[in-house]
C-alpha cells in the first residue's frame, strides 16, 4: 500500500518516531481485522444494513480519532463498546418516535432457510436492547461475559440475567407462543 | 445415572452452552442434563439459536467491507475533509440565512453560474422525478452503455456513482441542454421511492466552493471539479443531500473526472 513500507519495516527502529508509526500501523491493522465482525454485530443489532454500517462507521471514526487514548488494552472489547454505545445513543434519539411495528407479521410467507432467518430477525426485534446486546455479544462474537460485563459496565450476575432472559424470550417467541404483549397507552 | 452431588444452577447451564464452565464442573452437568430431559431440551434450544444467528448473520461477516467502512478512508482523505468542511460550511450558511427560498451566498465566485446551473438541474429534477413510467432515455439496467453514450455527447468521462451506500439505485439517464453545453442528467432511486438526480455539465469556472439551494420542496447541491458542474438534487433534507453529494464526489473524484 505505502511505497516503502517494507523497507521501513525491514529496518531496526530508529527512535521514537519508527516506533509510533509502527504502533499506529499496529493499532489500525487491528482495527481493520474486526470491521466483519462489528459489521455483524451492528447488523444482528440494529436489523437494518445502512444503520448498522453508519453504526460501524461512527465506531471506526471515533476509534481512529481517539487512537491516542487507546493505552493498548482489549481492541476488540473497546470497539464494541463504542459500537454499543453509539446504537444506545441513536436509540434514546429515536425514542421519542413512535414505533412502527408490522401488522399481521406472521411470516408465513417466508419459506426454507429464508423463513429461519427472517424468524430469528423478527425473535431479536422483540427483546429489550441490552438483552439483545448480551446475547449476540455472547452467541454470535464470542466475547466473554466478563468483557460484556465491562462492555455495558454493570456486574456479570446483570450480563448472565440478561442473558438467561433473552435466551427464554427467544426460545418463546421461535416456539410460537404469543410473545409478550407490547403495552399500549 | 446419577445426579451430582451439588445440583446444576441455570448460570451454569449457560455456561456450559458458552465455554464459560469451569472444567471441573463439565462431566456434573452432562450427568445431570441426561436425566433432567426440560434442561437438555432448553440446552439444546439455547443451540438451536445460536445456530440461527449464525446462519442469518454470518454472510454479513464474509461480505467484502464496502468502501465506506475501507479504513484508508477513514484514516487518510483530504478529498473528504474538504469536502465535509465546505458542506459545514455552506448549510451554517444556510442555517443563518434561514433558509427560506433561493439562497445563493457564499464567497466571491461566479454567483452566475452556480444559478445558471442549479436552476437547470433543479428544473430537470422536477419535471422527471415526477415521471412513473419514463423518468430516464437509458435504463440502469444498460449502465455500461449509458456512460458511453453520455461521455460522447458531453465531452467528458461520466461515469454513474454507486450510491448503494446511501441506499440509492440507478434509474438510468438522459441527455439535456445545459447552460453551455450538452448536460448528462442522472436519475437514482431508493428503495422507499425517495429520487435523487445528478445533473453534470461543462462549466466554465474552477471554483469548487460548494453551494446549498432549496426551495419549499426540493433542495440542491453544486459543486464544480476541473471543468465540470455538478448539481445534486433531492430532497431538502440537507444531511441526507450532503451524504449523497460525498459519495458522489469521492467517486467522480477517483474515476479522474
Not at chain 1, 165 to 180: C, S, V
Not at chain 2, 84 to 91: R, V
Not at chain 2, 111 to 138: C, G, K, M, Q, W
Not at chain 2, 222 to 246: C, H, I, M, N, Q
Request: charged residues 25%.
Amino acid at each position: 500500500m505505502i511505497p516503502g513500507a517494507a523497507a521501513v519495516a525491514e529496518t531496526p527502529p530508529r527512535g521514537r518516531q519508527v516506533r509510533a508509526n509502527r504502533a499506529m500501523n499496529d493499532f489500525r491493522d487491528g482495527v481493520e481485522e474486526l470491521i466483519p465482525a462489528l459489521r455483524r454485530y451492528a447488523r444482528a443489532l440494529a436489523r437494518d444494513a445502512d444503520i448498522a454500517d453508519d453504526l460501524v462507521q461512527d465506531t471506526l471514526v471515533r476509534a481512529l480519532r481517539s487512537e491516542k487514548l487507546f493505552h493498548g488494552g482489549d481492541l476488540r472489547s473497546w470497539l464494541y463498546t463504542i459500537l454499543t454505545n453509539l446504537n444506545r445513543n441513536r436509540r434514546r434519539a429515536l425514542a421519542r418516535r413512535p414505533p412502527l411495528l408490522p401488522l399481521n407479521d406472521t411470516g408465513a410467507d417466508a419459506s426454507g432457510t429464508e423463513a429461519e432467518g427472517g424468524d430469528i430477525a423478527r425473535a431479536l426485534a422483540t427483546l429489550v436492547e441490552e438483552q439483545r446486546a448480551v446475547l449476540l455479544l455472547v452467541v454470535l462474537e464470542g466475547l466473554s461475559y466478563r468483557e460484556i460485563a465491562d462492555i455495558q459496565r454493570v456486574p456479570i450476575g446483570t450480563v448472565m440475567s440478561r442473558l438467561a432472559r433473552a435466551r427464554a424470550h427467544i426460545r418463546a417467541t421461535l416456539a410460537g407462543e404469543r410473545p409478550m404483549l407490547k403495552r399500549v397507552k | 445415572m446419577t445426579d451430582p452431588k451439588i445440583p446444576v444452577t441455570e448460570d451454569e447451564l449457560h455456561a456450559y452452552v458458552d465455554g464459560e464452565l469451569p472444567d471441573e464442573r463439565h462431566g456434573d452437568v452432562e450427568a445431570w442434563l441426561s436425566s433432567h430431559p426440560a434442561d437438555a431440551e432448553r440446552v439444546a434450544s439455547w443451540r438451536a439459536i445460536a445456530e440461527a444467528l449464525h446462519a442469518r448473520y454470518d454472510q454479513v461477516f464474509d461480505e467484502p467491507v464496502p468502501p465506506r467502512l475501507q479504513i484508508d478512508r477513514l484514516t487518510n482523505r483530504p478529498p473528504r475533509r474538504w469536502i465535509a468542511g465546505a458542506i459545514a460550511a455552506t448549510l451554517a450558511a444556510f442555517i443563518a440565512g434561514g433558509g427560506a427560498g433561493w439562497f445563493a451566498h457564499g464567497a466571491a465566485a461566479t454567483p452566475s453560474i452556480f444559478r445558471n446551473f442549479t436552476v437547470d438541474a433543479l428544473d430537470a429534477h422536477r419535471l422527471y422525478v415526477v415521471e412513473v413510467r419514463h423518468p430516464v432515455e437509458v435504463e440502469g439496467s444498460e449502465r455500461a452503455h449509458l456512460q458511453q453514450w453520455l461521455s460522447k455527447r458531453v465531452g467528458y468521462v461520466v461515469r454513474a456513482p454507486e450510491l448503494d451506500g446511501a441506499g440509492l439505485k440507478l434509474v438510468g439517464g438522459r441527455l439535456l441542454p445545459g447552460p453551455d453545453a450538452p448536460a448528462a442528467f442522472l436519475m437514482y432511486e431508493s428503495a422507499s421511492g425517495e429520487r435523487f438526480t445528478l445533473y453534470t455539465s461543462r462549466a466554465k469556472t474552477d471554483a469548487t466552493q460548494m453551494r446549498y439551494a432549496s426551495d419549499d420542496r426540493d433542495g440542491a447541491l453544486f459543486w464544480t471539479d476541473r471543468g465540470v458542474g455538478y448539481v445534486l438534487s433531492g430532497p431538502t433534507d440537507r444531511d441526507r443531500l450532503s451524504e449523497v453529494a460525498k459519495q458522489v464526489y469521492e467517486q467522480t473524484d477517483k474515476s479522474g473526472g
